[in-house]
C-alpha cells in the first residue's frame, strides 16, 4: 500500500497544483496499477475523483482503435500517417486527448488526503534515494514538523552510514539534506551541504575498490546543483565559505588537497566537462589509491 500511496498523491498533488489529469497520465508511471486508466478508476471508485471524465491514454487508445482508423483520424487532422502503431498512437494522443481533464475534480477526501500526507511533495523533492517505506515509518513516529523530521532523518542516515562505512550512503544523505533546505527555503544551508558533499566527494573517508569501480569523483548533479545556486544568488566569497566548509568536514584522509579540490570545483561551476574533469581526478589522484 505504501507505494500506492505514494503514487495516489503524486497524481492528486499535480492536479491540486493546476496540472491536467491527461497530462499527468500521458506523462506518469503508475508502478502499482497497470496503467493511467486503472489509477483514474481507483480514484474515482475510491471517492478521490468525481465527474464523467474520458481521458484520452495511450492505454486506451490502443485498445479503441485499429491501425487503420488512427491512420484516418491523423489524415483527417493532416498528421503523418506512416510508422507503427505506437507511433501513430503518440502522435495522435495530442488530438484525442483535448481538455477532458476538466470533467474531473478532487473531492474534499483528496484535499484532505493531500493535507495529511504533504510531508510525500517533502520526499519526492529530497528524499527519493531512500525507500519510501522507511521514511513513512519514520514520519509516523515523529512529532517535529515536515522539515524538521527529513532534516532529523537525514541526520539519522549519516550517522548510520558512518559507523558502517556506507560512504555512498553517506554522500546521499548529505545531498538530501541540502535539497531538505532548499525545499524550506534556505539556500545559504543548501549551498553549505552541497558544498561539503562536494568536498568530501573528492575525499572519500572510506572506498572500496567494488564501490569506486562505478563511482563518480566529480557528480554531475552536485555541480549542477551549486551552480545553479551560485550564479542565481548573491552569497558572497564563494572561496571563504569553501574554506569553512572544508575546515568544518574535517578532511583528514585526503586525497585531493584542499587547494586543486577548489580549483576542480571553479572548473566545474564555470562549465567545463564533467565527465572530463572526472577522468583526470581519477587518473591523477584516486586509481592508484583506491582503484586496482
Known sequence: MSEQKLEIFNVLNFLNSGYGLDEILNEGNFGTFPSGDDCVNYLVENGYLEGNGNIATPESISKQYTVAQLKEILKENGLKVSGKKQELIERVLPVLGGDSSDDYELTDKAKEFIKENEWIDLYMF???????????????????????????????????????????????????????????????????????????????????????????????????????????????????????????????????????????????????????????????????????
Open 126 to 292: 529530497a528524499l527519493v534515494a531512500f525507500r519510501f517505506e522507511d521514511y513513512e515509518t519514520y514520519v509516523a513516529s515523529s512529532t517535529e514538523d515536515n522539515v524538521t523530521t527529513a532534516l532529523n532523518f537525514c541526520d539519522q542516515i549519516i550517522s548510520r552510514a558512518l559507523m558502517a562505512n556506507l560512504f555512498l550512503v553517506f554522500i546521499d544523505a548529505l545531498s538530501a539534506k541540502a535539497h531538505v533546505y532548499a525545499y524550506d527555503g534556505d539556500y545559504e544551508s543548501f549551498l553549505d551541504y552541497d558544498l561539503q558533499r562536494f568536498i568530501l566527494g573528492l575525499n572519500p573517508i572510506i572506498m572500496d575498490p567494488q564501490t569506486y569501480a562505478s563511482y563518480d569523483v566529480v557528480n554531475a548533479a552536485n555541480v549542477m546543483n551549486l551552480k545553479n545556486v551560485v550564479e542565481k544568488l548573491n552569497f558572497g566569497s564563494l572561496k571563504k565559505r569553501f574554506d569553512r566548509i572544508w575546515a568544518k568536514s574535517h578532511v583528514t584522509n585526503i586525497t585531493v588537497p584542499k587547494k586543486t579540490c577548489y580549483k576542480i570545483l571553479q572548473k566545474a561551476i564555470s562549465g567545463a566537462d564533467v565527465e572530463e574533469l572526472n577522468f583526470d581526478v581519477r587518473e591523477k589522484y584516486f586509481n592508484k589509491k583506491f582503484g586496482v
